[in-house]
């Protein structure tokens, strides 16, 4: 395999694109996926003002054309429900939801039909479709365009839910979604867009449901997902320092989530730190410590510790934001009280 | 049109049988044999039938609460749907969607639907998927007046003329929505007047009035098929049910019943090919039997099948999930 550095944004942007070659049946649509579409100074049809509000699908439109690169009216119940429906008649569509916070306006079609069709329909329908949708704090963008919600969408039967933290797993993990025959979110941290890694040329997968040790270690178990799983690793540089070995466990995807590469990885350590950017109730975290507690409580050495955001909406001023935001520091401190 | 007279018998066969089906349904309800709650058809059944004689089964529809005439007209197996209602393992969906959700993906009946208006996105999906791969599909999106006070049916109505996608909006007017009147839940004079907002045709038409419809999604389907783009058609109807079977209709006054059954569709339909000669009184007497006893069997079939097994609770979740 061929590998070379590229960015978050460029393994996604990758994943895409390989797989709409692949695969006439793939389309993606969006507002804005495109930009700028059909007006007359933009110099072709296929030409792109934007390529999605942040880049990433940038040069899938001139590639791919405009019947499989579709811009949308700002209808986010038309089109996510336009996937539920596209998908379980014969394509791959994937939809972005610019950010999650908008799931409100469209939710419906994501927990009533695309997760439910299946189901309802006694298994004779499927709906292989992928939401990518922005999640995460950090670019100032205040209550409604910052939060992660994954956790809501793990709560639903019949959805699967990918948060990928590096380039690597973004581009794997997509590729496995878009193939995948249930309907997938996929969340992207926007404040990973730019970070970097190893990414190689060709399309590979990963399997969903397969957590990923990020780092091995005998004292303390960080269970984590997306930005967290960074700083998740910075903090356990620092506590290295001090003697304390920790281990990161990246979920990558949190429906299905791998039970057992966390109870396995409890068992070693006999201490669990949950580090969420998520709120905190009924969440990501609960959960992991919910399993735990019920079946590894006799492994642990310590209460079960959840690092998350505080149960409020993500505040607008930088300095609150920051405040908002689990920090290195707090998952130091904390996996430190474990540890005493 | 062609009136044939074989393509008559069809339609006439097929409006007998959603009305059997759905007199059967009430009667089973109200002894108390069915389990849930029922939204039943009985005199919409020009519309189904009206809209449905120009689909093939590669054609898709999305239905509603109300949709086991959708699924009638589409061909969707009639023991199937009995069992369905009833929760049993030979059903539709296997006992695992109800009234509410019977479906049959490939005959192209995408699911009757519980939420109000969530029909008109995935017909959009449907019209994108043909649209795509270049066939000549098309969706017919059924949709009530009340659904038409929803956001995602303008949505898709937008949605579907911005995209140019291959879909017939047909609403279903029966006047009201669940107890409240559509004069007073629709601020426009009429619902076809919204298609100029998304300029596309609309038109109302007499939903008791099988021709005036058939003529009407003749136009619409055919557009759609040409790549023309999307058509609203009101059907200005009624129910002879409640929104649900038991609702006691205290909104319903009795003259209205009266004008209503005095425009039943059936008779209607029955009373312009006997007067043009187009069949026989005998011929249709001969098909109120037969399907009489199609849903009679219907019956039979689903009270004789078993309960799906406590292990499918679990089952058909995910296609595949570690």
């Known amino acids: ?340 | 049109m062609s009136p044939t007279k074989e393509k008559m018998l069809d339609v006439y066969t097929t409006m007998v049988k959603i009305r059997k089906f759905e007199d059967k349904v009430a009667e089973l309800f109200a002894g108390g044999k069915l389990p849930g709650f029922v939204h039943l058809y009985a005199g919409e059944e020009a519309i189904a039938l009206g809209v449905c004689a120009h689909l093939t089964d590669r054609d898709y529809i999305t239905s509603t609460h109300r949709g086991h005439g959708h699924c009638i007209a589409k061909g969707v197996d009639i023991n199937g749907m009995m069992a369905e209602v009833y929760g049993k393992a030979t059903g539709s969906c296997k006992g695992k969607g109800g009234s509410m959700h019977i479906a049959d993906v490939h005959r192209g009946m995408l699911g009757a639907n519980g939420i109000v208006g969530a029909g008109g996105p995935l017909a959009c999906g449907s019209g994108l998927t043909a649209k795509t791969l270049g066939t000549d599909q098309v969706t017919v999106c059924f949709f009530g007046d009340g659904a038409a006070e929803q956001g995602t049916m303008h949505e898709a109505m937008n949605l579907a003329c911005c995209w140019n996608l291959p879909v017939v909006f047909v609403c279903e007017n029966n006047g009201y929505a669940e107890s409240t009147p559509w004069g007073y839940h629709c601020a426009a004079k009429s619902i076809s007047d919204r298609a100029v907002a998304y300029d596309m045709p609309g038109v109302t038409v007499d939903g008791t009035d099988f021709f005036a419809i058939y003529e009407a999604a003749e136009e619409a389907i055919g557009r759609a098929r040409r790549g023309e783009g999307p058509s609203l058609i009101e059907c200005r109807a009624f129910r002879y049910y409640g929104h649900f079977q038991g609702d006691a209709m205290l909104y319903f006054t009795e003259e209205e019943k009266a004008h209503n059954r005095a425009r039943d569709p059936i008779e209607r339909f029955k009373k312009r090919v006997l007067e043009r000669k187009l069949v026989s009184e005998e011929e249709l007497t001969k098909i109120d039997a037969k399907a009489a006893g199609i849903i009679e069997e219907a019956v039979e079939f689903a009270e004789k099948s078993p309960y799906p097994d406590n292990k499918e609770v679990l089952t058909d979740v995910y296609v595949s999930y570690p």
């Open chain 1, 1 to 340: 395999m061929v590998t070379r550095k590229i960015t978050f944004r460029q393994a996604i942007n990758e994943a895409m694109r390989l797989e709409m070659r692949r695969d006439p049946t793939v389309i993606l649509f969006g507002e804005d996926v495109a930009g700028g579409a059909t007006l007359p100074h933009m110099e072709g049809e296929n030409k792109e003002a934007w390529g999605g509000v942040l880049g990433v699908s940038t040069g899938l439109a001139p590639e791919f054309g405009r019947n499989r690169v579709l811009d949308t009216p700002i209808s986010e119940s038309a089109f996510i429900g336009a996937a539920v429906g596209a998908a379980s008649t014969g394509l791959r569509p994937i939809a972005e939801l610019m950010f999650v916070d908008f799931l409100g306006v469209c939710f419906d079609q994501i927990f009533n039909q695309g997760a439910k069709l299946r189901y309802m329909f006694g298994g004779k329908a499927q709906v292989p479709m992928v939401i990518r949708t922005m999640i995460g704090a950090g670019f100032r963008a205040a209550a409604q365009h910052s939060e992660c919600l994954y956790s809501i969408f793990a709560h639903i039967p019949g959805l699967k839910s990918v948060i990928a933290s590096t380039p690597y797993d973004a581009k794997g993990l997509l590729t496995t979604a878009i193939r995948d025959n249930d309907p997938v979110i996929f969340f992207e941290h926007k404040v990973l867009y730019d970070t970097e890694g190893e990414v190689p040329e060709e399309a590979y997968t990963i399997p969903l449901g397969v957590a990923d040790v990020k780092r091995e270690g005998k004292d303390v178990t960080i269970v984590t997902v997306g930005r967290m799983v960074h700083f998740s690793l910075e903090a356990a540089e620092k506590l290295a320092k001090d003697g304390v070995n920790v281990e990161v466990v990246d979920l990558r995807s949190i429906s299905p989530m791998d039970k057992n590469t966390i109870l396995n990885s409890v068992k070693k350590t006999h201490r669990l730190v949950v580090v969420d950017e998520d709120t905190p109730r009924c969440s990501l975290a609960t959960d992991v410590v919910a399993l735990v507690a019920e079946q590894a409580f006799d492994y642990l050495d310590a209460p079960c510790k959840m690092v998350t955001a505080p149960h409020t909406p993500v505040p607008f001023s930088p300095s609150l934001e920051d405040a908002y935001i689990p920090s290195v520091t707090t998952i130091v401190s904390t996996v430190k009280s474990l540890v005493r």
